[in-house]
Nanobody, 126 residues
C-alpha cells in the first residue's frame, strides 16, 4: 500500500489542524493505521493508532484528549484531528500502515509498521 500524508501547516498555539493519510494500491481496511511524529535530533515517536475497522484506538499520553484518530475505509483515508495544539506538537508527522488479520488491534511500536508515507510538517507557534 502507498500512503500520502497531507494537511500540515503553520498554526498558532490553541488552534486545530486535521491531517489526512490517503492510501492506494491495496485494500485499506486490511491495514492497521498509525501516526508518528519526529523532530530534528529525536527518534520518531508514536502518536496514535486505529484498528482496521476503526473501532479501537490508542494514543500517546501527550496527545490524549486533544488528538483524535479516525478512518474512512470507503475513501481509503485516515485522519488525525489535532485540537488545542501546543508548540511541543511541532514536528514532521508520518502515517504508517501494517496489514493484519485480526480486528480490534492497534499498534504502538515503530517496528510494527512496514508501510510509511512521506511526512507532513506541522509547526505550532506560541
Amino acid at each position: 500500500v502507498q500512503l500520502q500524508a497531507s494537511g500540515g501547516g503553520l498554526v498558532q498555539a490553541g488552534d486545530s489542524l486535521r491531517l489526512s493519510c490517503a492510501a492506494s494500491g491495496r485494500t485499506f481496511s486490511m491495514f492497521v493505521l498509525g501516526w508518528f511524529r519526529q523532530t530534528p535530533g529525536k527518534e520518531r515517536e508514536f502518536v496514535a493508532s486505529i484498528s482496521r475497522g476503526g473501532g479501537t484506538t490508542s494514543y500517546a499520553d501527550s496527545v490524549k484528549g486533544r488528538f483524535t484518530i479516525s478512518r474512512d475505509n470507503g475513501k481509503n483515508t485516515g485522519y488525525l484531528q489535532m485540537n488545542s495544539l501546543k508548540p511541543d506538537d511541532t514536528a514532521v508527522y508520518f502515517c504508517a500502515a501494517r496489514g493484519g488479520k485480526v480486528m480490534g488491534v492497534t499498534l504502538r511500536d515503530l517496528d510494527d509498521y512496514n508501510y510509511w508515507g512521506q511526512g507532513t510538517l506541522v509547526t505550532v507557534s506560541s
